[in-house]
């Protein structure tokens, strides 16, 4: 496989349609802003060789595909207060992997019921997607949620730039937005992006109000939880409540340009990645609150400039994703571990050890 692409501000010419061969015909994408997330992210299937897509493969083909997780260990939480806290990157889909991850971790038992305590327990968004079984992964954080409180802890998720994009292909479709250097459309967009149509025939209004509410960042003890590595959240206020305000509002209003400024604004990635990272850390640190940064949405091994191939020895040269990446003077943590790549659903307790 060749090494991945530096982010680009249009989407190169050989992929000018917004469905791709797939969807011949679909609004082309030519907004500098806009950060496709899909074609430049190739989705490779582990244990099938390199250049293997999901478009590949049938979903049992897949699930075959997927080596199984280790066995659960108990989360034990703290009886006197709050109990530990733990962070879930993206999940794209992939309700076998999260449920192994979170059973891993002892935060939900046999049955896939949650059976942590007081323990808290953090999602940073993209739950839909490239993967099989997004509003499966929808309804058992919601189902988690709900039995969390019940036993003094919680679950609580953040605004992913694919909720936008699923709320907006939901609501918006085919109608034309306003992308900077031509026309878009959520639908076309959504599709381009990994969009799975038996999620959109199993989407309900429930789901769409719940991920409409959710924040776009938080702070949890010292850590500045937010899903995208960008500084785009600057532009939508000076605090935490400032912008999770202005997000739910712009949702709320249902206009169909703000919510994809919006959206391409929460696609963009990469601000932490090189010399100016850790400036860029600060200033939304320094805005925010916090002393580290916790994000999604950027892959590890993008971050790491691999995605992984196969070389010229024909051995196996992927990059293995273990545990979070801390750079940008290690004041930023990326969680997403490439669950659709030849990474890892990441499910970690903070703070970090070691």
């Known amino acids: 496989m060749p090494a991945p692409r530096q982010p680009t501000s249009a989407v190169p010419p050989a992929r000018a349609t917004a469905g791709g061969a797939d969807h011949p015909g679909a609004p082309a994408h030519t907004d500098p802003e806009y950060t496709p997330t899909e074609r430049d992210l190739p989705v490779i299937a582990r244990g099938v060789g390199p250049g293997s897509t999901i478009a590949d493969l049938s979903t049992a083909d897949f699930a075959d595909a997927i080596e199984p997780a280790p066995a659960a260990a108990p989360a034990h939480a703290d009886q006197e207060g709050l109990g530990p806290l733990f962070v879930v990157g993206d999940v794209h889909g992939y309700l076998d992997e999260l449920r192994a991850a979170l059973a891993e971790q002892g935060l939900i038992d046999a049955e896939g019921n949650w059976s942590a305590g007081k323990a808290r327990l953090w999602f940073l968004g993209d739950f839909t997607d490239r993967g099989p079984d997004g509003i499966g992964v929808i309804d058992l954080v919601m189902q988690l949620s709900a039995q969390a409180a019940a036993a003094g802890g919680y679950c609580k998720a953040l605004m992913g730039n694919h909720e936008l994009l699923l709320i907006g292909a939901k609501r918006f479709g085919d109608t034309p937005v306003q992308s900077g250097a031509g026309t878009a459309s959520f639908q076309a ?104 940064l916790v994000h999604g949405h950027s892959p590890i091994p993008y971050l790491l400039g691999e995605v992984g191939a196969e070389d010229a020895d024909g051995e196996d040269s992927r990059p293995l994703v273990n545990g979070p990446h801390v750079y940008a003077d290690d004041l930023a943590i990326a969680m997403d571990g490439g669950v659709t790549m030849a990474g890892k659903l990441l499910v970690v307790q903070f703070p970090l050890h070691g």
Do not use: P
């Open 189 to 292: 967009a959504w599709l381009l992006n990994g969009g799975q149509r038996t999620d959109m025939e199993r989407l309900e209004d429930h789901h769409v109000q719940w991920m409409s509410r959710l924040d776009a960042m938080v702070e949890e003890d010292g850590h500045l939880l937010l899903h995208s590595d960008t500084t785009a959240y600057l532009e939508y206020g000076d605090s935490i409540e400032a912008v999770n305000d202005t997000v739910t509002e712009t949702l709320q209003r249902g206009d169909a340009d703000e919510c994809w400024d919006l959206f391409r604004k929460f696609t963009k990635r990469f601000a932490f990645r090189d010399e100016a990272g850790a400036m860029a850390v600060r200033e939304l640190l320094d805005t925010y609150g916090g002393e580290r």
